[in-house]
């Protein structure tokens, strides 16, 4: 489907903006115009969140911007959250998904802005990511957990955990955290999106069209983070998820 192409596509571009992965877009999508199964729609949604997430830290990878050592062990820790995530969404009722999924995105995105003028200032792309010491590494194998779970539940790609937790626990400026969230997903993504085509979760005529524009727009999201500062990044993380919370929970509410 055309349209669903063009969701994907600008879900992407603003996922690797600010290192989310467009799932937190295109899963209410999925859930309110599509009215997809949670379990459905957190698979579906993974095909976009792995191919934008590749794209997007490819691209970043090429700018040097990305903490390798902290990828890894959100990685590493992340393969049985991946595993737990799927299976525990084949249990969850719509209501339930929608309402769970609402408030982890409020409790993100308040935290995020309440708390956007306590992080430091940026360094700009010319940072050297290398010479910084990211999260130390048993947080890293926590946080790599809860993004593996949260992946796999919601499809979400898990940066929504990560986004804000390389935030505010590790040196990193803004544009690295991007870069480096965007690593850790394309690691952390396909074991729960392998689980849920185990499971039969997979809805593949929306797949697809969502995932080719996942390719072409996550290197668009990359190169155009470069050009926004730091603060005006927090502010539209934070808005878009509180808009994806809204929809979600309204239905609900008009239903």
């Not at 290192?19 to 199964?37: D, E, Y």
């Not at 995105?105 to 990511?129: C, Y």
């Not at 804000?164 to 690295?176: E, G, K, Q, V």
């Not at 155009?224 to 239905?251: N, P």
């Amino acid at each position: 489907m055309l349209w669903l192409f063009v969701i994907g596509f600008f879900a992407s571009v603003f996922g690797s903006m600010v290192g989310l992965g467009g799932g937190f877009i295109v899963v209410p999508i999925l859930r309110i115009f599509l009215n997809l199964p949670p379990a459905e729609a957190a698979g579906t949604s993974l095909a976009l969140v792995i191919t934008n997430s590749g794209s997007g830290a490819l691209t970043y990878l090429l700018q040097r911007r990305v903490h390798l050592r902290t990828g890894w062990f959100v990685g590493a820790g992340a393969i049985p959250g991946s595993v737990l995530g799927a299976i525990a969404v084949k249990h969850a009722s719509p209501r339930l998904f929608d309402w769970l999924f609402a408030v982890l995105l409020v409790g993100v995105a308040a935290d995020i802005f309440l708390n956007r003028n306590r992080r430091r200032p940026d360094a700009a792309s010319e940072v050297n990511t290398s010479s910084l010491k990211g999260m130390p590494w048993p947080s890293a194998l926590g946080v790599g957990f809860a993004v593996g779970f949260i992946s796999s539940l919601f499809g979400v790609g898990g940066g929504v955990i990560l986004v804000p937790s390389l935030l505010y626990f590790s040196d990193l400026p803004a544009h690295a955290v991007s870069a480096t969230s965007h690593f850790g997903i394309i690691l952390t993504s396909p074991l729960g999106f392998l689980t849920h085509v185990v499971q039969h979760d997979i809805r593949w005529n929306d797949a697809v069209p969502l995932a080719i524009g996942g390719v072409l727009g996550g290197p668009a999201g990359a190169r155009l983070s470069l050009r926004i500062k730091s603060q005006l990044l927090l502010v539209l993380v934070a808005v878009a998820l509180m808009l994806a919370a809204a929809a979600l929970v309204f239905r609900h509410i008009i239903g």
